[in-house]
């Protein structure tokens, strides 16, 4: 595609999306505004790469952040001057924490009309400080060949910024000048655009996924592993690229070690169940015993990914300052626990090609006892899981994470909001040989954008299941809006308990005189009068079985919301007083 001669902000901005087309973007999101008109016009003409205009920037933002979640790759976010770009500020914390590769392009105004309160003017150098990867203001628009080969390069540098060495933020300041609207201004002939695009196509580049390259050998440092009786692989908060070879490898590694896999809900590896695996679920329950505790601390523990959600296995950790390996191709620290700990940077893929045919235990026999250990309780417990929540008729919310693991369809993507419904899919999301894709916000944990976010998971694997309680869906209500672009499908199981169950965990939950109030902040919303401003389809379930029908035929097409209606004092009571019990002998 050629470049827009209409005027000097045409040029410009037709340059900046041809080259991100080039580079393989496939998807930005717009937000309306006067000031990224330019670049509004650019993207909407742009025949290869999907645009998507969303009313708030907010919601957009995270529709962006669960498009990129979900298909790895960059997705640009475009708005106005001013306060527009403040707003996309959560969902960037969230994406730099979660390694999502984002490109923000904010329109700003030129030099001359900042700090004089010229409207919709702010400071936008620099607007989310240490938060980008790359972040630069480029000049204001030019037709001179030379600045128009600059503009292109910064593109480039900024498209390698975003994915390597992991995903992030990279964000472009662009100032315009008026006229902002694709009005004839220049007068350059047919050949002298001819000659100008054909030599920015002659230097053309061909850009591609940049991978680390892994050559180190650590077959030395998993021999020593070799040398442990009592070892525990922790599989944790962790979205591959791969699931399957992702599983594969977690599993590889602990036949070989002998070692249990303690395995995190939002890990993948509880939907790719090897048929001969090491895999502990109950961890959370099995530590709420004091026994279990003392008996089975570990020598070594192997951390792939972030630390799971389970308070439980993280005060027995710091209780005990394990020697920790922490396995992630990412340069972050994820060391929460600040332990006795050592990063190796790279993924568990490249690291078990180093794993020899053979291990070299000096006694096997010890470590397949400490193994059996941990699965001869998780057996137990796993068994009164089943028998309690077979028998459980009561709608709770801990039953809903139970079915959806059994009756979920294969390959369908379920986003999992946060605060209590990430935690009851800890407790009782079952291992199951059904491969699905989790996702999730756990970069920096808030419940910001968590429709928006599913929504855009939705728009790229064009079905998907959102579980999430309502406080959760009540702060992002403006995503409804997104409904209209949506391609596919979302389905959102909504745990209605009025309030914010999470607090009911904490201890200001005994502070009757202002926890309703102001911590458990229950809205009394009416969510079937909620969906039918929005035009979405809305179904109260009232049993079980009509949950499972819902799950097994999923809609295809548009939102639908099913709510459950649950007693958030009962099931918190259930959690504090039932779950300790399934440890017991």
């Not at 000097?8 to 393989?24: E, P």
């Not at 390996?325 to 972050?332: A, E, G, R, S, V």
């Not at 039953?399 to 993507?413: E, G, Q």
Request: hydrophobic content about 35%; glycine content about 4%.
């Amino acid at each position: 595609m050629g470049l827009d001669f209409r005027n000097i902000n045409t040029v410009w901005s037709s340059l900046i999306v041809d080259t991100f087309a080039k580079l393989g973007l496939e998807n930005a999101i717009i937000c309306p505004g006067s000031r990224s008109t330019p670049l509004t016009i650019a993207f909407a003409q742009h025949p290869t790469i999907k645009t998507i205009p969303i009313l708030d920037e907010r919601s957009g933002s995270f529709f962006a952040l669960g498009m990129a979640k979900s298909s790895h790759k960059p997705v640009v976010l475009v708005c106005t001057s001013g306060t527009a770009g403040a707003n996309f500020f959560p969902a960037i914390i969230e994406a730099k924490y979660s390694h999502i590769p984002l490109i923000i392009l904010t329109g700003d105004r030129p030099p001359e009309l900042r700090e004089c309160h010229a409207g919709q003017t702010i400071n936008q150098v620099n607007l989310y400080g240490n938060y980008p990867q790359w972040q630069t203001e480029l000049s204001l628009p030019s037709t001179d060949l030379e600045r128009l080969f600059y503009l292109r390069q910064n593109i480039i540098h900024g498209w390698e910024k975003s994915i390597y060495p992991t995903g992030g933020i990279v964000h472009f300041n662009i100032p315009f000048r008026e006229p902002l609207a694709p009005t004839k201004q220049l007068n350059y002939t047919q050949q002298e655009i001819e000659n100008i695009n054909h030599i920015l196509a002659e230097s053309t580049f061909k850009m591609s996924p940049l991978k680390i390259n892994y050559d180190g050998n650590y077959q030395e440092i998993i021999s020593q592993w070799q040398q442990y009786q009592k070892g525990i692989i922790i599989a944790g908060v962790d979205c591959p690229d791969n699931p399957s070879l992702y599983t594969s490898a977690i599993a590889l590694l602990a036949q070989q070690l002998k070692f249990p896999i303690l395995a995190e809900a939002l890990s993948p590896i509880r939907n790719h169940y090897p048929s001969h695996s090491n895999l502990i679920c109950t961890y959370d329950t099995i530590l709420r015993n004091q026994e279990n505790r003392e008996k089975l601390k570990p020598e070594i523990i192997i951390l792939i990914g972030e630390y799971p959600t389970s308070k439980e296995l993280r005060k027995w950790l710091t209780e005990n300052k394990t020697l920790t390996y922490i396995i992630t191709p990412t340069l972050d620290n994820l060391d929460a626990l600040h332990s006795h700990t050592q990063h190796l940077r790279i993924n568990i893929i490249n690291l078990v090609k180093n794993i020899q045919e053979k291990p070299t235990h000096k006694d096997t026999k010890k470590n397949e006892i400490y193994l059996k250990q941990w699965l001869n309780i998780n057996e137990k417990i796993q068994n009164k899981i089943d028998h309690i929540m077979d028998n459980h008729q009561e709608l709770f919310e801990g039953k809903i994470s139970w079915l959806l693991s059994k009756n979920l369809p294969p390959h369908i993507p379920i986003f999992i909001a946060n605060s209590m419904s990430v935690r009851y899919a800890e407790y009782f999301w079952q291992p199951n040989q059904n491969p699905r894709e989790i996702y999730f916000s756990r970069g920096a944990n808030g419940i910001d954008g968590t429709l928006s976010t599913a929504l855009g998971i939705a728009q790229e694997k064009h079905q998907a299941v959102l579980l999430t309680g309502d406080l959760a869906l009540l702060h992002d209500t403006n995503g409804f809006l997104i409904n209209q672009h949506l391609s596919g499908s979302l389905t959102i199981i909504l745990v209605n308990n009025h309030g914010g169950g999470i607090f009911e965990m904490l201890p200001i939950a005994e502070f009757n005189n202002i926890f309703e109030e102001y911590f458990a902040t229950p809205q009394n919303i009416d969510f079937k009068h909620l969906t039918q401003t929005y035009n979405v389809k809305y179904k109260l379930i009232e049993n079980w079985q009509e949950l499972i029908n819902n799950i097994k035929n999923l809609s295809s097409q548009g939102i639908t919301l099913l709510e459950i209606k649950t007693n958030r004092k009962y099931d918190s009571w259930w959690l504090k007083n039932q779950l300790p019990n399934l440890s017991k002998s």
